[in-house]
């Protein structure tokens, strides 16, 4: 009972750092085309999050991992489940990473425009389809007893997965805008600025909307009321959602920042706390649904897993954080003049 | 009517994995001899060793792009297409892929970022170490991704229970011989694929007698490397047979397209087997004993042939034996042409056939890698599990027509992949080093 409800939540941890990583590189992504006027500018934009995204993404390979280790009937289900949408989600992660890689290797215009498009479509693809099947299963999924779904990509395209799909995207947006506005300056700068004052209150109406939706298309709110402690996290996820906005007004951007990804891992909570102990649940019966607790591994393999997480975890973490630091301050033009720069 | 939901799983997973593999042994070759080069520049001083750092680590981070963005479909592809699978194994199979996430994978991706925008942050030394550390840790990740795949072959220290196979050793997992010798020998093979890229890149342009040092000092560091791991290679390799017969006897018989039963069981070095009458249809060059000899050391021991099993537990004969006897003749030559590369290896300028030989060989050691994988995993069959769980019972209960697209979008977007990065790397190749010197 412990050991599976640990992992539960650490199942939720993983992925809300996965979107708080590598949300800022999606947002950027999705940006790109938009406020990356001149190449110079495109180039600023990539080297932004050049040497980070790829340990950001690891964080994605780590909540897949620990989905099958942990719970290996949710993975089973969930993966095959959501087939095309993931098949599209990871073949949108390949055209991101190798665009970073490939974009600046030819000099040709042509070349750098194509994957010029990678970079966007592999960007916005993800943000886009990770919100729309979490929000899925925030609603519940229609599997029946043996795991098997009975719908098409279409299925989840409903208008609650869409709202979610809709959230996540603004979501990474201005957590991108944010990231750039740290790392950039002059007129770039100022247009991340401007992107964060116009996107931030679109996202607060649809988070609102979200949670107002939530009431009538899931019944995440039964944690909750039965025990009102929870909505802390519904009020620290909105309250951080303000803190933007106050952040930014004060100019301090990296404030900003951190009060983005806060919001991103309430918002992730959010869904969470009023899942559990399901983690992938049947729309067509309860009884069906994947629970912590009906679909977890054993007690032994959870035990050697919580230990490996827990000894290399904060570790996995230390060194991020030293990467970052590593290479926090803006972005020149004296630091694309270098050959590695993408 | 369209091919089934298994047959295109198993064509979808196949592409996935081979194509990765073109570009995983490189990652983890190169990753140690670009760091030996640093290593040698913070000690010596010598701008050449940084100029070969620079060189070879551009090709190594074109390659490493296409290597991890090709890694990631894998993982997720368990659940995708092999569900059932999944739930069945995945108290086992699951940790080891979430151990290699957590302990080495992060620590590769994190630090290749470090090594690639560090240069002016970090100092000489600390560059280096970063560079050390990504080829430990993607030596690890081969370690934990090799064990997950020895289970597939020779299942260890688990018990059934609900319905599924449970952990109850996790040591027997970990340490089991099949998955020793099995993460021995892939390594040793990607080393030996780096260092064949090294030398016949090097011959290219020692052929056309550009920036001599320069890549005389990366063929002779390559040379180093490519004899040691051809020759373990193969050394392992014979440990693994011995392993293999006495794990997985349909695999091996099939290996060496023996049918019958037999004591003093040859090697033939040309069989062509006849699956439907169950022999061979021709046999040229019978080494009597030979096979006993090789895996129980006794020419008189009795070996399983094919015929000894039901017909629905043997692998496809045909592939299997191609693709061992196309390995094995590979390893043979590997050793044979970095034999070559000692002799020749103070005039090797004045060698323009012995270049030639080894700018064309450097897609051998990809053709073995993949030959390599073909043996093992084709040999395994009918089962994803030897012995416990057949591949026709491990796929997902999804739609033929949802596999068909994912494996027509994988054909095409890896098909313009591949080229677009091989054709980055010949061209970065060709390019040669940044700032010329004489030789």
């Known amino acids: ?342 | 009517m369209l091919m089934d939901v298994v047959l295109l799983s198993r064509l979808q997973f196949a592409a996935a994995t081979m194509f990765h593999f073109l570009f995983v042994p490189f990652t983890l070759g190169l990753s140690f001899l670009v760091a030996y080069m640093e290593t040698q520049y913070v000690k010596t001083g010598d701008e050449t060793y940084l100029r070969m750092t620079k060189f070879w680590g551009k090709l190594f981070l074109i390659n490493f792009a296409l290597g991890v963005v090709t890694g990631i479909t894998l993982e997720f592809q368990f659940g995708t297409n092999w569900s059932r699978y999944s739930a069945y194994v995945g108290d086992i199979f699951g940790s080891l892929l979430a151990i290699e996430a957590t302990t080495s994978f992060f620590l590769e991706s994190t630090l290749i970022g470090i090594w690639i925008f560090g240069w002016k942050k970090l100092s000489k030394k600390a560059h280096a170490t970063v560079m050390w550390l990504v080829a430990i840790a993607s030596t690890f990740s081969a370690v934990w991704i090799l064990i997950a795949n020895a289970w597939m072959q020779n299942p260890v220290g688990f018990t059934i229970r609900e319905g599924r196979a449970e952990l109850v050793d996790f040591a027997a997992v970990l340490f089991q011989k099949y998955a020793i010798f099995k993460f021995l020998h892939t390594v040793s093979a990607a080393y030996v694929l780096s260092a064949f890229f090294v030398m016949g890149v090097s011959a290219y342009h020692l052929l056309k007698k550009q920036n001599i040092d320069f890549f005389k000092r990366s063929f002779r560091i390559a040379l180093v490397f490519g004899t040691i791991f051809s020759v373990i290679v193969v050394v392992v390799g014979d440990i693994n047979g011995v392993i293999v017969a006495e794990k997985q006897p349909t695999k091996l018989a099939a290996m060496e397209s023996l049918w019958e039963t037999t004591t003093r069981a040859p090697v033939y070095l040309f069989a062509l087997p006849d699956e439907e009458n169950e022999k061979n249809s021709i046999e040229i060059g019978a080494l009597p004993g030979m096979l006993s000899f090789l895996v129980f050391h006794d020419i008189d021991a009795e070996v399983q042939g094919l015929n000894a099993f039901p017909k629905d537990e043997r692998p496809p004969v045909l592939i299997t034996s191609f693709a061992f006897k196309g390995m094995v003749g590979l390893g043979f030559y590997f050793i044979l042409a970095t034999v070559l590369g000692w002799l020749k290896r103070d005039r090797l300028v004045e060698s323009p056939m012995y270049l030639k030989l080894m700018l064309l060989s450097i897609p051998l050691p990809y053709l073995a890698c993949e030959l390599g994988w073909v043996v093992a995993e084709v040999g395994r069959q009918p089962w994803i599990v030897y012995g416990l769980m057949k591949t026709s019972d491990a796929v997902s209960p999804i739609a033929t027509s949802q596999v068909l697209t994912s494996l027509i979008a994988f054909i095409l977007v890896y098909g313009l992949l591949g080229v677009t990065g091989f054709y980055l790397i010949a061209k970065n190749a060709r390019k040669g080093p940044e700032v010329e010197t004489g030789s």
Not at chain 1, 72 to 80: A, N
Not at chain 1, 115 to 123: A, T
Not at chain 1, 241 to 270: E, N, P, R, Y
Not at chain 1, 279 to 299: G, I, V
Request: with cysteine.
């Open chain 1, 1 to 342: 009972m412990v050991l599976q409800t640990i992992w539960f939540f650490l199942w939720g941890l993983l992925w809300a750092i996965f979107f708080m990583t590598d949300g800022f590189d999606f947002g950027i992504g999705t940006l790109y085309p938009f406020l990356g006027k001149t190449d110079q500018d495109k180039r600023i934009m990539i080297n932004a999050i050049g040497p980070l995204w790829d340990g950001n993404e690891v964080w994605l390979i780590t909540a897949g991992g620990v989905t099958f280790a942990a719970f290996p009937l949710v993975y089973s289900v969930m993966f095959s489940s959501l087939y095309s949408a993931l098949m599209l989600i990871l073949f949108a992660l390949i055209l991101r990473g190798v665009s970073f890689e490939f974009r600046g290797k030819v000099d040709n215009p042509v070349w750098r425009k194509v994957w010029d498009s990678c970079i966007f479509i592999g960007s916005f693809t993800p943000a886009l389809l990770f919100g729309v099947a979490f929000a899925n299963i925030f609603q519940g999924i229609p599997i029946d007893h043996n795991g098997i779904y009975h719908g098409t990509l279409f299925t989840l395209l409903n208008p609650y997965g869409l709202l979610g799909g809709i959230l996540f995207v603004l979501l990474f947006l201005v957590h991108g805008a944010l990231w750039l506005t740290i790392k950039s300056e002059g007129e770039l700068h100022e247009r991340a600025v401007s992107a964060v004052n116009k996107l931030w209150p679109i996202l607060l109406v649809v988070t609102v909307a979200f949670l107002i939706a939530s009431k009538f298309s899931t019944r995440l709110y039964e944690n909750y009321i039965a025990h009102p402690i929870f909505f802390s996290v519904i009020l620290i996820t909105v309250l951080a959602l303000l803190g933007v906005k106050f952040f930014i007004s004060k100019k301090t951007f990296f404030k900003a920042w951190f009060a983005s990804a806060l919001t991103i891992v309430g918002a992730t909570f959010f869904g969470v706390v009023g899942l559990y102990p399901n983690l992938f649940p049947s729309s067509l019966s309860p009884k069906y649904s994947l629970t912590a607790f009906n679909a977890s591994s054993s007690p032994l393999t959870l035990k050697i897993m919580l230990i490996v997480v827990i000894l290399f975890i904060p570790v996995v973490i230390g060194y991020q954080i030293w990467a970052y630091h590593l290479f926090k301050g803006k972005i020149t033009a004296d630091d694309l003049a270098h050959e590695e720069a993408y």
